[in-house]
């Protein structure tokens, strides 16, 4: 088992930064990819980024891209989601996923196997 607990949220106005933080215990992040997702209230959860074990291949929601940044430091068993320019609708829950059945960077949410209880992001306008 992996258990992931993500933090680093809050409210924040536009235009401000946020850096999130996921941390796993239980079974390590070893050879893991990694996701961030988002969910709006009353949405369906989106993907946001991706990471593969090495950190050499990313994925992006078109979204997102140019804002933020998706990292791992596997020592310390940790991803980070780099948020800069945020607007109100970013505005969502943000949950980490892992997916250590395959070492391919995907954007379905339905390949991950572990997930997060997620941290609040309020963009104030």
């Known amino acids: 088992q992996v258990q992931l607990v993500e933090s680093g949220g809050g409210l924040v106005q536009a235009g401000g930064s946020l850096r999130l933080s996921c941390a796993a215990s239980?079974?390590?992040?070893?050879?893991?990819?990694m996701a961030w997702s988002l969910q709006a209230p009353g949405k369906e959860r989106a993907f946001v980024a991706a990471?593969?074990?090495?950190?050499?291949?990313?994925s992006y929601a078109d979204s997102v891209k140019g804002r933020f940044t998706i990292s791992r430091d596997n020592a310390k068993n940790t991803v980070y989601l780099q948020m800069n320019s945020l607007k109100p609708e970013y505005t969502a829950v943000y949950y980490c996923?892992?997916?250590?059945?395959?070492?391919?960077?995907?954007?379905?949410?339905?390949?991950?196997?572990?997930w997060g209880q997620g941290t609040q992001v309020t963009v104030s306008s």
């Open positions: 996923a892992a997916d250590k059945t395959s070492m391919v960077v995907t954007t379905t949410l339905g390949a991950y196997d572990y």
């Open positions: 239980g079974r390590t992040l070893l050879m893991s990819v």
């Open positions: 990471i593969s074990w090495t950190g050499s291949s990313t």
